[in-house]
């Protein structure tokens, strides 16, 4: 009864502690890995005392709840040699009064002494047990709190893999807001046949990029239809849609592993020589030949760091553009694709992108516009609906949006603000 009225006091202490020391745990890494992954930030604003004492705050927490932990488990520790060595002594005791007055036999005192130690030791490993359960309960409790945590999309009972024979697709009266009153999407329709090279242009937040979230099944869409070639995506694997569609968007993040690791996430089953060709063909071949990590790894065998923060932002969208040449899927989106390179590397990397984009349907965003001159046809979104369509000779002779960002692009509006702001001038020395 002693030992299930200390558990009792104690256990429910060390529980709640462990789960605080959980959390605490969990805010000190997040601090750390976000002052770390934002390093570059910290330095330019020249903030590395204030990032300094932002994680140093969780730290102590963390720290503190730590000895108070420590301490319960201390007093936990000996309380139970008290409980131990009261337990044996009293027993003892008892025996040997009983023997005194001849009550008991020497051989019965001679038996309760070992097994009086042997209860005692048990007692204290099941207690000792009870009490590291307990400790580890708040990393479970978090861990499960994330598990537990409702997927975003799930497929439907009935949901069947895409199969993609052509590459048709079509948005029908598609409506989609992120759950607020206004649209971000709004009834739009848009039919995009086999093998057509379509280019998205709009000013930022126009909807080009919730359009191919929503293509991807990133999100399901509150009105209207997504289907390709007949195949409606919300009856669909999303598993099967991603299979189907090669991405290459403007922030690409690398695994922690190696070059060649990397590539060949775009499809498991390729051999070494096609991941070198892939990398060829995105004219990664001349840095990846010269990489070598901290290990003595070089190579296609180099480790590209977290998230792939050893290599430039224009490698690291070259090892996605030869990820997306290996996976050589039937439908394509490129995002920003080539926003990182270099003219010259870009130029380079079209005439692979050309080839790659043969007989398949392209759907490709770019704020860039001469990246899209040469497709078949130019869809001008603004908020969230279609305003001008066609191609780049057709919109730029219409004078509308597409017109007003090319001429931009071009030179035309820093030649018109030019003459705006000398206007004003002459104005003012009138």
Known sequence: LAYIGFLILIVPQIRRGSKGIAYARSEMVGRIVDSYTNIMTVKLFARPEEEDAFVRESVDKHTARMIVQHRWLSLFSIGLAILSG??????????????????????????????????????????????????????????????????????????????????????????????????????????????????????????????????????????????????????????????????????????????????????????????????????????????????????????????????????????????????NAPILVLDEATSALDSEVEAAIQESLFKLIEDKTVIAIAHRLSTLTQMDRLIVLDKGRIVEEGTHQQLVANGGIYADLWNRQSGGFLADQADGANEVRETAAE
Not at 158 to 185: C, M, Q, W
Not at 279 to 285: E, K, L, N
Request: glycine fraction near 10%; charge should be neutral; hydrophobic fraction near 40%.
């Open 86 to 327: 009261l337990l044996i002594a009293g027993t003892t005791w008892v025996a040997v009064q009983l023997w005194v007055t001849g009550a008991v036999g020497i051989d019965v005192v001679a038996m309760v002494l070992p097994m009086t130690l042997q209860i005692s030791g048990t007692s204290a490993r099941v207690a000792q047990e009870i009490t590291q359960i307990s400790d580890q309960v708040g990393t479970v409790h978090e861990a499960m709190d994330t598990i537990a945590k409702p997927l975003g999309l799930t497929d439907t009972p009935a949901a069947r893999p895409l199969v993609v024979t052509e590459g048709a697709i079509r948005f029908d009266n598609v409506s989609f807001h992120y759950g607020r009153k206004g649209g971000i999407i709004e009834n739009l329709s848009l039919d995009i046949k086999p093998g057509e090279r379509i280019g998205l242009v709009g000013r930022s937040g126009a909807g080009k990029s919730t359009l191919m979230n929503l293509l991807l099944r990133f999100y399901d869409i509150e009105s209207g239809r997504i289907t390709i070639d007949g195949q409606d995506v919300a009856h669909t694997t999303q598993a099967s849609i991603r299979q189907h569609i090669s991405v290459v968007t403007q922030d690409t993040s690398l695994l922690h592993r190696s070059i060649h690791d990397n590539i060949a996430y775009g499809r498991r089953s390729a051999s070494r020589a096609e991941v070198i060709e892939a990398a060829r063909q995105a004219h990664a071949i001349d840095f990846i030949e010269q990489l070598t990590d901290w290990n003595g790894r070089s190579g296609f065998d180099a480790h590209v760091g977290e998230r792939g923060v050893k290599l430039s932002g224009g490698q690291r969208q070259r090892i996605a553009i030869a990820r997306v040449i290996l996976k």
